[in-house]
């Protein structure tokens, strides 16, 4: 009885096993991720603990207690709320000059065909490719060549949106390389001129991307800190202002500070991509 | 006639009795010498160092109590972390004889930056006919080197720079060698970037005066921080961020300054300072008016903190050396402990052991790009 | 209008115009400005510069600061493969295994970027701490030897080269991502039709299809890791201090313009060389793709 068992049972545990080694290789890979997720987030994490911190002292590197005041006397660090506020403006008027300029320049590399395209897109490329410190030391070079310039708000508005162009082009690029022309042809068939076709067909499509590019931009912007410290002058922007403060204290406000942003970005583009998702789940219904 | 209606009697009254109340706070000024139609809706545009005014209740009762006295709002920016990176900031627009929207900038005395500015004139004259209190200047503090007759510039602060020890990971030290050398504190040790201070006491330890430096010793203490940091003892150079580092327990004895150790003593009583048994390095933050300031507001100022109750409420709590006499009298009624502190006020025996850099030293571009090598950079 | 109608070749140039030149206007010609610097001396005492074809300038900044150069480029490239290393599974799995939740799972690799910088790195500086878990960890596994020195991890060159992959990872994650989204599932379902183990359609058909994506993944962030000097001063000790901080301290604490500027453009030539290096390597087309 047992002889002929054997080799039938033999056979479902060969195929059971097999199936689990295959499983455990998928999961690995699963594994593997969930590690990763969770080594990227740990900084994060470690931010947003000690932005709820107690410190006796001056420093924020070893817990001692718990407290909600550092996020209602968010502002009660001198000096944080005008740097902070000054990052957020010069971000803002970077971020939708680059976007401009940087959206014609896709436009343009895309739709055209015009002499000088390599040259267009080396110039594009380099600013990408070049190490901030030089960015950031040859505009100081620059400016300080001119008198015209004066180190402060529109020396750091000028330094953001030169480098946020490229981001901008590349970004705006890529969906209007995936455009479909049709949709176009079909408004000019419908006699519509460039201009309305443009305004009422083309740039509502290619919105998500220039919205991207746009917030990718100020993004950058408001996280910049080696160009900026060549370039500010006195002003002291949010990234300058924590480099200062990390030599003398490090009060927990900039915790709360770093914890914000980081949640009304990740709020924003998270509320942009179950949008997206219900969007395209109704296209598909 | 028309009769005066009620509302334009109190208008009047009103008028009348302000018109009689302001020339009396005009008078009270007057009487102390200031102008107060050159600092009454004035604003004074300081920046100073981190931490070093007092603070309560994330206000700054000095410059409340100045405001009060003479109508002008003071912009306070801590916009200073470190005078070299500083007059960087600075020099170009100083150099285009622009203003750089400062009314007063305090930087330290063993950096060559005052002597600079002093020189290529991108500082103004102080305005000595409002400043009767300037009589309250320590006597040492006088006649420095690069502003003979304090035409320039006054001090705000002085420190000491010595030895700072964590009491919980290490007994107490007292000699630069031993910082040096002994393992057990290998990689617990850092020293700080600014070149007067770890090579002055660097200097010291090696029997060499700071105040008379030569290639030859220069190259001896030199010598003497690059074996440390080449043997790992050294962790890091440091600006004032060592507190943190010393807070924190990644390290437990550096090169420290003495206001800095009293203010983390009063969180962490096991963070003690001494000054080493072959000297400490003693140097002075100066308050100097850039080009195109406002001279005269600014120097109403410098002669308000200079009396001694002015300077006690500050000095109680920024705790480094005072440069104004009889505010430790004044602290002794207030805040005793303070007062008989001898790393805020110290003894003649202490200022005995102390040294500042020789001035020539910090000119020497030769000097500045080795020590930047031994700091790597 | 009438005349775009009528010259519609000029439209492209309209387009292009005032973005070209406000990146001509300050990123070329400042360039040119920085190398007019480098070949100036300054006098110390008031600060004045003169033009001098001070060549010195650049035998200085190549014979005196090697050390830290190369070790830019060590850091950088090390920095790189790990990144390499990391991302390349992570990107894969959101690719094809994310699914209806792929743009969802590719807010963790973006996310952490929207932290500052210099505050993420200051989280580190926290974790790393000598009295923190991960070097009690390492101790305990009896790996702190091997990763760090002196009983420590801050101040070591892992400390500093950790952080620099950390922060640059998004950079390597993103195009790998987009490279990998790309591939037609249905082809490597050809390779395993055509009886190739999951193993073998991995290696001969997902991998070379993603080259792209790890090329520009690889420039990315090899260059802007080989310019940085955050990481090395937040964690790491002058024995680890890259060219970026001299550059940084050259102009921001000496004042010492000229050298400062002769040095960015040496750092400059090393990461063309690199890159050069690299495109030989992997053939030229794939770089510029």
């Given at each position: 009885?047992?002889?002929?068992?054997?080799?039938?049972?033999?056979?479902?545990?060969?195929?059971?096993?097999?199936?689990?080694?295959?499983?455990?290789?998928?999961?690995?890979?699963?594994?593997?991720?969930?590690?990763?997720?969770?080594?990227?987030?740990?900084?994060?994490?470690?931010?947003?603990?000690?932005?709820?911190?107690?410190?006796?002292?001056?420093?924020?590197?070893?817990?001692?207690?718990?407290?909600?005041?550092?996020?209602?006397?968010?502002?009660?660090?001198?000096?944080?709320?005008?740097?902070?506020?000054?990052?957020?403006?010069?971000?803002?008027?970077?971020?939708?000059a680059a976007t401009a300029l940087g959206t014609l320049i896709a436009l343009a590399l895309v739709r055209y065909?015009?002499?000088?395209?390599?040259?267009t897109?080396?110039?594009?490329?380099?600013?990408?490719?070049?190490?901030?410190?030089?960015?950031?030391?040859?505009?100081?070079?620059?400016?300080?060549?001119?008198?015209?310039?004066?180190?402060?708000?529109?020396?750091?508005?000028?330094?953001?949106?030169?480098?946020?162009i490229?981001?901008v082009v590349?970004?705006v690029k890529?969906?209007l390389?995936?455009?479909?022309?049709?949709?176009?042809?079909?408004?000019?068939?419908?006699?519509?001129?460039?201009?309305?076709?443009?305004?009422?067909?083309?740039?509502?499509?290619?919105?998500?991307?220039i919205?991207?590019?746009?917030?990718?931009?100020?993004?950058?912007?408001?996280?910049?800190?080696?160009?900026?410290?060549?370039?500010?002058?006195?002003?002291?922007?949010?990234?300058?202002?924590?480099?200062?403060?990390?030599?003398?204290?490090?009060?927990?406000?900039?915790?709360?500070?770093?914890?914000?942003?980081?949640?009304?970005?990740?709020?924003?583009?998270?509320?942009?991509?179950?949008?997206?998702?219900?969007?395209?789940?109704?296209?598909?219904? | 006639?028309?009769?005066?209606?009620?509302?334009?009697?109190?208008?009047?009254?009103?008028?009348?009795?302000?018109?009689?109340?302001?020339?009396?706070?005009?008078?009270?000024?007057?009487?102390?010498?200031?102008?107060?139609?050159?600092?009454?809706?004035?604003?004074?545009?300081?920046?100073?160092?981190?931490?070093?005014?007092?603070?309560?209740?994330?206000?700054?009762?000095?410059?409340?109590?100045?405001?009060?006295?003479?109508?002008?709002?003071?912009?306070?920016?801590?916009?200073?972390?470190?005078?070299?990176?500083?007059?960087?900031?600075?020099?170009?627009?100083?150099?285009?004889?622009?203003?750089?929207?400062?009314?007063?900038?305090?930087?330290?005395?063993?950096?060559?930056?005052?002597?600079?500015?002093?020189?290529?004139?991108?500082?103004?004259?102080?305005?000595?006919?409002?400043?009767?209190?300037?009589?309250?200047?320590?006597?040492?503090?006088?006649?420095?080197?690069?502003?003979?007759?304090?035409?320039?510039?006054?001090?705000?602060?002085?420190?000491?720079?010595?030895?700072?020890?964590?009491?919980?990971?290490?007994?107490?030290?007292?000699?630069?060698?031993?910082?040096?050398?002994?393992?057990?504190?290998?990689?617990?040790?850092?020293?700080?970037?600014?070149?007067?201070?770890?090579?002055?006491?660097?200097?010291?330890?090696?029997?060499?005066?700071?105040?008379?430096?030569?290639?030859?010793?220069?190259?001896?203490?030199?010598?003497?921080?690059?074996?440390?940091?080449?043997?790992?003892?050294?962790?890091?150079?440091?600006?004032?961020?060592?507190?943190?580092?010393?807070?924190?327990?990644?390290?437990?004895?550096?090169?420290?300054?003495?206001?800095?150790?009293?203010?983390?003593?009063?969180?962490?009583?096991?963070?003690?300072?001494?000054?080493?048994?072959?000297?400490?390095?003693?140097?002075?933050?100066?308050?100097?008016?850039?080009?195109?300031?406002?001279?005269?507001?600014?120097?109403?100022?410098?002669?308000?903190?200079?009396?001694?109750?002015?300077?006690?409420?500050?000095?109680?709590?920024?705790?480094?050396?005072?440069?104004?006499?009889?505010?430790?009298?004044?602290?002794?009624?207030?805040?005793?402990?303070?007062?008989?502190?001898?790393?805020?006020?110290?003894?003649?025996?202490?200022?005995?052991?102390?040294?500042?850099?020789?001035?020539?030293?910090?000119?020497?571009?030769?000097?500045?790009?080795?020590?930047?090598?031994?700091?790597?950079? | 209008?009438?005349?775009?109608?009528?010259?519609?070749?000029?439209v492209p140039y309209f387009l292009l115009l005032p973005g070209l030149a406000w990146?001509?206007?300050?990123?070329?010609?400042?360039?040119?400005?920085?190398?007019?610097?480098?070949?100036?001396?300054?006098?110390?005492?008031?600060?004045?510069?003169?033009?001098?074809?001070?060549?010195?300038?650049?035998?200085?900044?190549?014979?005196?600061?090697?050390?830290?150069?190369?070790?830019?480029?060590?850091?950088?490239?090390?920095?790189?493969?790990?990144?390499?290393?990391?991302?390349?599974?992570?990107?894969?799995?959101?690719?094809?295994?994310?699914?209806?939740?792929?743009?969802?799972?590719?807010?963790?690799?973006?996310?952490?970027?929207?932290?500052?910088?210099?505050?993420?790195?200051?989280?580190?500086?926290?974790?790393?701490?000598?009295?923190?878990?991960?070097?009690?960890?390492?101790?305990?596994?009896?790996?702190?030897?091997?990763?760090?020195?002196?009983?420590?991890?801050?101040?070591?060159?892992?400390?500093?080269?950790?952080?620099?992959?950390?922060?640059?990872?998004?950079?390597?994650?993103?195009?790998?991502?987009?490279?990998?989204?790309?591939?037609?599932?249905?082809?490597?379902?050809?390779?395993?039709?055509?009886?190739?183990?999951?193993?073998?359609?991995?290696?001969?058909?997902?991998?070379?299809?993603?080259?792209?994506?790890?090329?520009?993944?690889?420039?990315?962030?090899?260059?802007?890791?080989?310019?940085?000097?955050?990481?090395?001063?937040?964690?790491?000790?002058?024995?680890?201090?890259?060219?970026?901080?001299?550059?940084?301290?050259?102009?921001?604490?000496?004042?010492?313009?000229?050298?400062?500027?002769?040095?960015?453009?040496?750092?400059?030539?090393?990461?063309?060389?690199?890159?050069?290096?690299?495109?030989?390597?992997?053939?030229?087309?794939?770089?510029?793709?």
């Open positions: 009885m047992s002889a002929v068992a054997q080799p039938v049972a033999a056979r479902p545990r060969s195929r059971a096993a097999g199936r689990a080694l295959t499983r455990a290789r998928r999961e690995l890979l699963t594994i593997y991720a969930l590690l990763g997720f969770a080594y990227l987030l740990l900084p994060v994490a470690v931010v947003v603990l000690f932005s709820f911190n107690h410190p006796k002292g001056r420093f924020n590197y070893t817990w001692q207690g718990f407290t909600w005041s550092n996020w209602t006397n968010w502002d009660a660090v001198p000096g944080l709320k005008p740097a902070l506020e000054l990052s957020l403006e010069i971000a803002a008027i970077a971020s939708l065909r015009f002499r000088g395209r390599a040259v897109n080396v110039l594009i490329f380099l600013p990408m490719s070049s190490p901030e410190i030089v960015l950031g030391a040859s505009l100081l070079t620059l400016f300080l060549s001119f008198s015209f310039f004066t180190l402060g708000f529109w020396t750091i508005v000028i330094a953001h949106v030169m480098f946020c490229s981001y590349v970004t890529a969906r390389i995936g455009f479909d022309r049709h949709l176009e042809e079909a408004a000019m068939d419908l006699g519509a001129n460039e201009w309305v076709t443009f305004a009422r067909v083309t740039l509502p499509l290619i919105a998500p991307a919205l991207a590019a746009l917030l990718l931009c100020f993004a950058l912007s408001i996280d910049d800190f080696v160009i900026t410290n060549f370039v500010a002058g006195q002003e002291v922007t949010f990234p300058l202002f924590v480099w200062g403060a990390a030599r003398a204290a490090v009060p927990p406000q900039i915790n709360v500070v770093g914890s914000a942003i980081f949640a009304v970005a990740v709020g924003v583009m998270l509320a942009n991509v179950l949008v997206q998702m219900r969007r395209a789940r109704k296209g598909a219904a | 006639m028309s009769p005066l209606t009620r509302q334009q009697f109190v208008r009047r009254a009103a008028a009348g009795s302000a018109a009689v109340a302001l020339p009396g706070a005009f008078a009270a000024l007057a009487r102390a010498g200031v102008d107060p139609s050159k600092v009454k809706g004035k604003t004074l545009v300081f920046s100073n160092w981190p931490l070093y005014i007092d603070v309560k209740n994330h206000r700054h009762p000095s410059l409340d109590q100045f405001t009060q006295k003479y109508g002008a709002k003071v912009k306070y920016v801590e916009d200073i972390n470190d005078n070299a990176s500083f007059f960087g900031k600075i020099q170009a627009q100083l150099r285009r004889g622009q203003s750089i929207g400062r009314d007063i900038i305090v930087m330290t005395d063993n950096s060559p930056y005052p002597a600079l500015l002093v020189q290529n004139k991108w500082v103004e004259k102080l305005d000595k006919s409002v400043l009767p209190n300037l009589a309250n200047l320590q006597d040492t503090q006088r006649h420095p080197a690069w502003d003979p007759n304090r035409d320039y510039s006054l001090p705000w602060q002085s420190g000491m720079t010595g030895i700072g020890y964590n009491a919980k990971f290490t007994k107490p030290i007292t000699s630069v060698d031993q910082l040096f050398t002994d393992p057990k504190l290998k990689g617990k040790v850092t020293l700080l970037t600014e070149f007067a201070d770890s090579l002055g006491l660097a200097m010291l330890s090696n029997g060499d005066d700071p105040a008379k430096v030569d290639d030859a010793s220069f190259d001896r203490a030199i010598t003497k921080i690059q074996k440390a940091v080449k043997s790992g003892q050294i962790r890091q150079f440091t600006g004032n961020d060592y507190a943190g580092l010393m807070a924190k327990g990644d390290v437990w004895a550096a090169f420290v300054w003495s206001g800095d150790m009293v203010q983390l003593h009063a969180d962490n009583a096991n963070l003690r300072f001494t000054i080493p048994k072959s000297g400490g390095m003693i140097w002075t933050d100066n308050m100097l008016i850039p080009k195109h300031g406002n001279a005269y507001l600014a120097s109403v100022y410098m002669n308000f903190v200079y009396d001694p109750k002015i300077a006690a409420e500050i000095e109680d709590y920024v705790n480094y050396i005072c440069p104004a006499k009889g505010a430790d009298r004044v602290l002794l009624k207030t805040d005793p402990g303070v007062a008989k502190n001898t790393l805020i006020f110290p003894t003649v025996a202490m200022r005995r052991q102390l040294h500042s850099i020789d001035p020539k030293a910090l000119f020497n571009a030769d000097y500045k790009t080795k020590w930047q090598k031994v700091l790597g950079a | 209008m009438g005349l775009l109608h009528r010259h519609k070749w000029l990146l001509a206007l300050f990123f070329l010609v400042p360039l040119g400005y920085l190398g007019h610097q480098s070949l100036e001396t300054q006098n110390p005492i008031d600060l004045s510069y003169a033009f001098k074809w001070a060549w010195s300038n650049y035998r200085e900044a190549i014979t005196g600061f090697d050390p830290q150069l190369f070790r830019s480029l060590e850091y950088g490239a090390i920095a790189t493969v790990i990144a390499l290393l990391v991302s390349y599974p992570l990107a894969y799995w959101i690719a094809f295994r994310g699914g209806r939740w792929k743009n969802v799972l590719l807010l963790f690799i973006v996310g952490p970027f929207f932290v500052t910088y210099l505050i993420r790195t200051l989280a580190w500086e926290t974790i790393l701490a000598d009295d923190g878990p991960v070097v009690h960890g390492l101790r305990y596994l009896h790996l702190l030897s091997i990763f760090g020195s002196n009983d420590r991890l801050l101040a070591t060159p892992t400390a500093v080269v950790a952080g620099i992959t950390y922060n640059f990872l998004p950079f390597m994650a993103l195009p790998l991502y987009v490279s990998l989204e790309q591939i037609d599932g249905r082809l490597i379902e050809a390779a395993q039709d055509l009886y190739a183990s999951r193993v073998k359609a991995f290696w001969r058909v997902t991998l070379p299809l993603s080259m792209p994506g790890m090329v520009a993944g690889t420039l990315l962030t090899f260059i802007p890791a080989v310019g940085d000097f955050i990481n090395a001063q937040l964690l790491g000790r002058p024995g680890q201090y890259m060219i970026g901080n001299v550059i940084n301290s050259r102009f921001n604490e000496l004042q010492d313009y000229g050298a400062a500027a002769a040095m960015s453009f040496v750092l400059m030539a090393a990461i063309l060389i690199m890159i050069g290096v690299y495109a030989r390597a992997i053939g030229t087309e794939k770089l510029t793709g």
